[in-house]
């Protein structure tokens, strides 16, 4: 049998980023490789539709990955692979090592186990709804594991709408219920912390329980050509990437993501966020390009250029309310294109969704720029400041919106300039809120070749 790695492509070129970014991530981020090989396992289970057939339900993977990865050697990596018609794997929880890469070729797919006694911080901890902290371990963790990545042409598959095992409901019936009351106890996808430079290449991520992706307290975090592809609808909560409190130095470029809540979420938790560049990137259905809604510890130094933003219910969105808001400061939006979303541009200070509206944490946004943002489909362009001392501070400098639909606008305690370049926002005077320039037309450069279609899944290659 001849074994089939995908070709690393090794590229050593710096992001060619415009004169307009002046500041982000702070490394010089370069297209990963794939590591050398430690160890090759074989797959010993076939896919059955879109899933695993029931008779496998049981077989788990997760010791002999775990044992590989355990006994793998200082940065090199344990690959999975097809093996004939053989070509998944099944494990419940994971934990990766330092300096250790676990490599999903291509054809394989991972599937996360639904048995949530696997996933039980406590005993029925997991699987439920109930008002208790969270219950459930990650799919994978990289916990104080530096230099750890995932990478490969494969599928890592969380079935987060499939029933769980023994049980009439999936993961996201769960988070429905959650609704009225509770917190859905299901297991977040791939959670890092206390893991400086991590990676994610080329992989593909699919139907998390949860969010798909977190990043917490880390420094330097690569996320290049990678796809998360989970339903528009009935998958809450599944967040695409969560940067979240006390990480910086954070790219993510080149990759595409369609997905059920935020597709990039840059979480300000206790420790802030700071030097973030998402650059040359593809969002479809989602909830949009987020900061927050935790910006308490602050969120400074992000540059987001080259993104499309293609039918999501929010395009750049800033959200934060006064109990949990802090200050968002310094972020530039470059050369973005955004259509059919309901909501477009939303810088809010009353979102709903978490927490309370007013609190003894009022959040503040200056230094928001957006320059060569190109707009159409319609909707409702939002700055909505939190009372006169907390503030929107923006400029709109070439903001233009390209067709004839319907736009509405709210202003409210905010600072808005408009130019130098031709911005075309028709925006009222609003409430306790200043405006300097004037709307003016201009000729906005070309979304057409912005907007491309979700990548169709990759082909396994033909082993024998």
Not at 36 to 50: K, M, N, V, W
Not at 73 to 96: I, Q
Not at 331 to 354: G, Q
Not at 421 to 441: H, K
Request: aromatic fraction near 6%; charged fraction near 20%.
């Amino acid at each position: 049998m001849k074994r089939v790695l995908s070709p690393a492509l090794q590229l050593v070129a710096l992001f060619a980023l415009p004169l307009y970014v002046s500041a982000q991530d702070t490394r010089m981020v370069i297209e990963p490789i794939i590591p050398e090989l430690c160890a090759t396992l074989d797959a010993r289970l076939t896919t059955s539709g879109t899933s695993l057939a029931p008779v496998d339900e049981g077989k788990l993977d997760t010791a002999r990955i775990q044992r590989a990865i355990d006994h793998c050697g200082r940065g090199r990596a344990v690959m999975l692979h097809v093996d004939e018609e053989k070509n998944a794997f099944l494990s419940g929880p994971l934990r990766l090592r330092p300096d250790i890469t676990l490599i999903v070729d291509l054809g394989v797919t991972l599937y996360a186990s639904r048995d949530p006694t696997l996933y039980a911080i406590s005993p029925g901890s997991c699987g439920v709804v109930n008002d208790a902290p969270p219950g459930c371990k990650p799919f994978i963790s990289v916990d104080r594991a530096a230099n750890a990545g995932i990478m490969g042409d494969g599928v890592i598959d969380g079935r987060g709408g499939e029933k769980m095992l023994g049980s009439k409901y999936s993961w996201w019936d769960l988070a429905e219920q959650a609704r009225t009351g509770g917190r859905q106890q299901v297991p977040r996808l791939i959670v890092a912390n206390d893991s400086d430079n991590f990676t994610l290449y080329r992989i593909t991520l699919k139907n998390s329980p949860s969010f798909h992706v977190v990043y917490d307290h880390g420094d330097g975090f690569t996320v290049w050509g990678i796809r998360i592809d989970t339903p528009q609808r009935q998958a809450r909560n599944t967040d695409g990437i969560d940067p979240g409190g006390g990480s910086r130095n954070i790219t993510i470029t080149h990759s595409y993501i369609r997905t059920g809540d935020d597709n990039v979420a840059i979480k300000g938790g206790p420790g802030g966020v700071t030097n973030v560049t998402v650059n040359d990137d593809h969002f479809y259905w989602g909830h949009g390009m987020s900061i927050g809604s935790e910006t308490m510890g602050g969120v400074s130094n992000v540059r987001v250029t080259g993104l499309s933003l293609d039918g999501a219910d929010n395009g750049i969105r800033i959200k934060s309310n006064g109990s949990r808001g802090g200050l968002v400061d310094d972020v530039v939006y470059d050369d973005v294109c955004i259509r059919n979303s309901p909501n477009p541009i939303t810088l809010d200070t009353a979102y709903t969704a978490s927490g309370t509206l007013t609190g003894n944490s009022p959040p503040t946004m200056r230094g928001i720029a957006f320059h060569n943002v190109r707009i159409s489909g319609g909707g409702k362009v939002t700055f909505n400041g939190y009372d006169h001392s907390h503030r929107i501070a923006a400029r709109l400098d070439g903001v233009q919106i390209t067709d004839d639909a319907k736009y509405t606008y709210k202003v409210n305690h905010a600072d808005l300039t408009l130019g130098p370049l031709p911005t075309n926002l028709q925006m009222p005077a609003g409430t306790d809120s200043t405006m300097q320039g004037t709307p003016a037309e201009g000729e906005p450069a070309s979304c057409r070749t912005m907007f491309v279609p979700f990548p169709q899944a990759l082909l396994a290659p033909h082993t024998h």
